[in-house]
């Protein structure tokens, strides 16, 4: 059994900064791309950046210059540092990997998501 688990959101004021951790842990052999996504109240579930086991990056325009995306292989862990935040980026915060599990099956994982509000 494969499990994500996200932590680090939170309330923070316009402009402030916050990093989001996602830990990967069970039956795991290798994890390939991961990546946060995001959904804000009546909007659908968007990607806002994703990393290969290569660490390439890739990220929607609304957060380049912004947010941090990056991983530790060894800890089979992904971050996201969000900085300048903006009441926009209010939502709740998931993340996926894509991951080959002990039985040799690569399937598709999502954490329990984490919210993340930005306000005065």
């Known amino acids: 059994q494969v499990q994500l688990v996200e932590s680090g959101g939170g309330l923070v004021q316009p402009g402030g900064s916050l990093r989001l951790s996602c830990a990967a842990s069970?039956?795991?052999?290798?994890?390939?791309?991961m990546g946060w996504y995001r959904q804000a109240p009546g909007k659908q579930r968007e990607m806002v950046a994703r990393i290969s086991r290569g660490e390439a990056t890739n990220y929607i325009d609304s957060v380049k210059g912004r947010f941090t995306i990056s991983r530790d292989n060894a800890k089979n862990t992904m971050y996201l540092q969000m900085n300048s935040l903006e009441p926009e980026d209010t939502a709740v915060y998931y993340c996926?990997?894509?991951?080959?599990?002990?039985?040799?099956?690569?399937?598709?994982?999502w954490g329990q998501g984490t919210q993340v509000t930005v306000s005065s």
């Open positions: 069970g039956s795991i052999s290798s994890i390939n791309t």
């Open positions: 996926y990997a894509h991951i080959l599990d002990t039985t040799m099956i690569w399937d598709d994982y």
